[in-house]
């Protein structure tokens, strides 16, 4: 069985993810931290437009490395994006947590409705449900899942794709 003391209480239900936001609005801090951990994304275009602890943007461009044969984004770099910017909001929630929780991608599914022929931007607005996941595993030290919806649209505003990304969150055991 769990204890919390009030201290880790008030850590578990008052964490701060704004100074990891911080780093990630850092275009350099973040953009060497996509080169060296996800270099695909990062040679794709993929680019965090905005981010706050309950919503977030990110792009990828319609150009020579994200292109499929038919002349629109490959859906794989779509897919990376969409990817981003739900884990993004985790990542945040997560960032310098006591006890450490883990997450993973376990399950993704997409829809594509339009060709993406320009600059596609994901938005996902559900980084307070993901908070809630990620203290409901830290409460019960069980692991937790949660899927997260990101749209992505198009410059014009037209839904280009929409993409489900269920990720699975387990609190650490303490030390």
């Known amino acids: 069985m769990l204890t919390f003391n009030k201290k ?6 008052h964490h701060d993810p704004e100074p990891f936001f911080r780093l990630v609005r850092n275009r350099f ?4 931290f996509l080169f060296t951990k996800l270099p695909a994304a990062w040679l794709s275009g993929v680019r965090v ?4 602890a309950k919503k977030a943007a990110v792009t990828v461009p319609y150009k020579w490395l994200s292109q499929n044969p038919f002349r629109s984004t490959y859906f794989a770099c779509l897919s990376m ?8 909001l985790a990542m945040g929630h997560l960032y310098k947590r006591n006890p450490a929780v883990s997450m993973l991608v376990v399950k993704v599914e997409s829809e594509y409705f339009k060709k993406a022929t320009g600059t596609t931007t994901f938005y996902c607005e559900e980084g307070g449900q993901i908070k809630a996941t ?3 595993s830290i409460a019960t030290g069980e692991g937790r899942s949660f899927r997260a919806r990101s749209i992505g649209k198009n410059k014009e ?8 990304i269920t990720w699975s969150f387990k609190a650490r055991s303490k030390k």
């Open 157 to 164: 505003g037209e839904t280009v794709a929409a993409f489900h």
């Open 8 to 13: 880790e209480l008030t850590d578990i239900f």
């Open 134 to 136: 990620i203290e409901e």
């Open 49 to 52: 437009k905005e981010v706050d």
């Open 81 to 88: 994006a969409a990817e981003l910017s739900t884990g993004i």
């Open 29 to 32: 801090k973040f953009g060497f």
